[in-house]
């Protein structure tokens, strides 16, 4: 039932003009930050103004409007259906596109780390509608209809869609030449690798540099942002690549740095556009064993 609940939301959505699904993308995004729970919010802000130095009122601004966002995106995802039909640079503009044409002509595949900044359900749709052979690589979402729902969606666009457990099948996927479309930003708990970010330890999912190392492909960094006029923008960075130091713990722990600095520069220029209600440093300290030891 819900999930045709949402369906029927989504053409709802895809009926009114982008203005009106904007303001109430707006008034979701202000009831989310009014119900968000007072301790994390208190945490977000905190976050936030250690991260960026900056004082008690810029924090809670960034704060709010990262968490009011969100309403904006929902709209925006309900209405994937009509994006696709538009031409792809009527909403969205690319730069560094090259980069991943590049990465992917070494015909070994490619790692894309990207991040929870932007519309990142946008990043991969545009990219895939552009004729990039990308995998999503997904949390199976606790409520089935909403996986059914959000995973149709992706694979509308061109996608395929892989949850987190089929390592497997990435490696088979990344040896055909795909890409494999990583979140990279997230705390990955005391399993995690120890990084610094934002001056801070942090626990940072060693994926990307793991499959990288293993098939000797090339990581590239790609995260997007939303323009002034509602349109979006796509930045691909050149390429990462796995440094062979005959240390396999060291070559995983030294990549998965360089990709949390990415997503570190990316988030100082636009703070607004992060997901900063995570608690990002919550197994920081805990991850020294697994990352230095092992």
């Not at 904007?22 to 919010?41: E, F, N, S």
């Not at 323009?227 to 990549?255: C, M, S």
Request: aromatic share 8%; charged share 20%; with cysteine.
């Amino acid at each position: 039932m819900l999930y045709f609940i949402v369906k029927l939301l989504s053409r709802l959505a895809c009926a009114l003009s982008s203005a009106t699904a904007k303001r109430w993308g707006g008034y979701l995004g202000c009831v989310a930050w009014k119900l968000t729970p007072q301790k994390r919010k208190k945490m977000a802000i905190e976050n936030i103004r250690l991260s960026l130095a900056v004082d008690q009122t810029e924090a809670e601004r960034v704060a709010r409007a990262s968490a009011v966002r969100f309403g904006p995106m929902f709209m925006e995802v309900l209405r994937v259906p009509l994006l696709l039909k538009q031409p792809l640079d009527s909403w969205i503009s690319f730069t560094g596109a090259e980069h991943l044409e590049q990465a992917l002509a070494l015909g070994r595949g490619v790692v894309l780390a990207t991040a929870h900044s932007g519309n990142w359900e946008l990043l991969g749709a545009a990219l895939a509608k552009r004729g990039f052979p990308l995998v999503a690589v997904v949390q199976k979402q606790t409520n089935d209809a909403m996986d059914r729902f959000i995973n149709e969606y992706r694979r509308q666009s061109g996608m395929h869609v892989t949850y987190k457990t089929g390592v497997k099948e990435m490696i088979q996927l990344l040896g055909e030449g795909h890409i494999i479309g990583l979140l990279v930003d997230q705390d990955a708990g005391p399993e995690g690798v120890r990084t610094q970010f934002f001056g801070r330890e942090a626990s940072s999912p060693p994926g990307a540099a793991h499959l990288a190392r293993m098939r000797q492909v090339p990581i590239v960094p790609a995260f997007i942002t939303q323009e002034a006029d509602g349109r979006h923008h796509a930045w691909l960075y050149p390429p990462v690549f796995v440094e062979k130091t005959g240390n396999k713990k060291e070559e995983i722990q030294q990549t998965t740095q360089v990709l949390t600095q990415c997503v570190e520069q990316h988030i100082r220029q636009y703070p607004e556009e992060w997901f900063w209600l995570h608690n990002r440093w919550k197994h920081g300290d805990k991850t020294e064993t697994l990352a230095l030891h092992t």
